[in-house]
């Protein structure tokens, strides 16, 4: 839930003043071959920026972010998760020990062309003081038969790490 602070450029690199400049209540959007206002910003070789504080307990936060095409994730100005270049469609997580407070968290993205889509979500997996080790066994994994993650999955479980390397398979 935001709100979040939003800038749109008509450029991938973010550069010069933004095009746009709005309040975002989520970072959920699936603009598909469009973009987030299609009178002002293009709808390929645009970036986004997303900021805000967010009052934190102690512990290990797990940060995702779903995105076509690229982004940067920064909590508390330290750069969490760097995905900038054109990837294509991409879930990412990173497990982070955040102290108790207030922090800055930070979104950056790009779209280059094709699909635009982005979506970020945050939630804590283990409590305790920052530099806490986050539990290696608490992915719940669902696979699909398609790129789109439409439909039900094909086959549900747990793992114990997102570690795989299907090679052409």
Do not use: H
């Not at 986004?48 to 995105?67: K, M, N, P, T």
């Not at 982070?96 to 635009?116: C, F, H, M, N």
């Amino acid at each position: 839930a935001g709100p979040w602070s939003a800038e749109y450029w008509n450029n991938p690199s973010q550069s010069g003043s933004p095009t746009v400049v709005r309040t975002d209540a989520a970072i959920n959007f699936n603009w598909g071959f469009g973009s987030p206002d299609p009178s002002r910003v293009f709808a390929d070789n645009f970036s986004a920026r997303w900021s805000r504080s967010i009052a934190f307990s102690a512990g290990v936060y797990r940060f995702g972010v779903q995105s076509d095409d690229g982004f940067r994730l920064y909590v508390d100005g330290n750069l969490v998760m760097d995905f900038l270049g054109f990837e294509g469609n991409q879930a990412r997580a990173v497990d982070v020990a955040v102290p108790a407070g207030t922090r800055s968290v930070r979104l950056d993205y790009i779209e280059k062309a094709g699909v635009a889509q982005v979506k970020f979500n945050y939630f804590k997996v283990s409590g305790g003081t920052a530099g806490s080790p986050a539990p290696s066994t608490d992915w719940s994994a669902e696979y699909f038969s398609n790129t789109t993650l439409g439909g039900s999955p094909v086959r549900v479980g747990r793992v114990n790490e997102l570690n795989f390397n299907w090679g052409a398979g």
